[in-house]
């Protein structure tokens, strides 16, 4: 398979506090990749750097074959590179379906036109029902978001950032903070996400990672620890080690 993201000797300093510490990554086409360590690993930091919210100290990131370093969020989003948050950044006020079809006009570039009346956008809103349909928000697109359980609220976020037609999509913790009775329902829905999308899925907890990744790497103090398959780093000691708090 052909390697579609990539970063080469990436490092991102905060003073004097190295945050990513000369990280080489390859992620190939269609991957379930897990990025995993334990808490101020930096993965976040690296998925930002990836995204475009934080500019590195030094290093590249490549898309496709393509410097993308220097690149705005926005650039990035447009050449398939989309992402979710720990923290869902969501219009509360907005309902899913609302949400959604301003995600396709800005994929679309309708630039104002997206604001008219929804009925104006047939095309778009059948689009963006069929869209919430696949993340099991049909009944639910019509509710004001901050209405919505937790839940259906990270669904939302990533129904928005697969809205994009992205060709990689990073998951910052997607079940995070949801409660055990909706937690089958965002797990479900994202090991069924398509295959020919790359995702890059930061998670803690285990039992998703294993079931879901193909892929892991390991981030221990911003550096890159050790990479393999499920299988290599589910025997490896010394991640086991790192996670129990042990000395690696």
């Known amino acids: 398979m052909s390697v579609v993201l990539e970063t080469r000797n990436l490092v991102k300093r905060f003073g004097g506090f190295l945050a990513t510490n000369d990280v080489s990554l390859s992620v190939e086409q269609g991957a379930r990749h897990a990025l995993i360590g334990p808490n101020g690993a930096g993965k976040t930091t690296?998925?930002?750097?990836?995204t475009g919210t934080l500019r590195p100290s030094s290093?590249?990131?490549?898309?496709?074959?393509?410097d993308i370093t220097d690149l705005p969020p926005h650039q990035r989003v447009r050449r398939g590179l989309a992402r979710t948050f720990q923290v869902n950044q969501?219009?509360?006020?907005?309902t899913p379906l609302e949400a959604v079809v301003l995600a396709i006009g800005e994929?679309?570039?309708?630039?104002?036109?997206?604001w008219k009346p929804l009925v104006a956008h047939g095309?778009?809103?059948?689009?963006?029902?069929?869209?919430?349909?696949?993340?099991?928000?049909?009944?639910?697109?019509?509710?004001?978001?901050?209405?919505?359980?937790?839940?259906?609220?990270?669904?939302?976020e990533i129904a928005l950032a697969f809205a994009a037609k992205p060709r990689v999509l990073l998951l910052d913790?997607?079940?995070a903070g949801v409660p055990e009775?909706?937690?089958?329902?965002?797990?479900?829905?994202?090991?069924a996400l398509p295959a020919d999308v790359t995702v890059i899925l930061i998670e803690h907890d285990m039992d998703l990672v294993f079931s879901f990744?193909?892929?892991?790497?390991?981030?221990?103090?911003?550096?890159?620890f050790t990479e393999g398959t499920v299988a290599e780093i589910a025997a490896d000691a010394r991640v086991k080690a790192i996670y129990l708090g042990e000395d690696a």
């Open 181 to 191: 009775e909706e937690r089958h329902e965002v797990l479900a829905i994202v090991r």
């Open 46 to 50: 690296l998925i930002n750097l990836l």
């Open 59 to 66: 290093g590249r990131v490549i898309l496709q074959g393509e």
């Open 107 to 114: 994929r679309e570039r309708l630039g104002a036109s997206a």
């Open 213 to 224: 990744a193909d892929r892991i790497s390991v981030l221990v103090s911003g550096a890159l």
């Open 90 to 94: 969501l219009f509360p006020e907005f």
């Open 173 to 175: 913790e997607p079940a």
């Open 123 to 156: 095309q778009v809103v059948d689009e963006a029902a069929a869209l919430l349909e696949r993340f099991g928000l049909s009944d639910t697109m019509g509710e004001r978001t901050s209405r919505l359980p937790y839940g259906k609220q990270r669904l939302l």
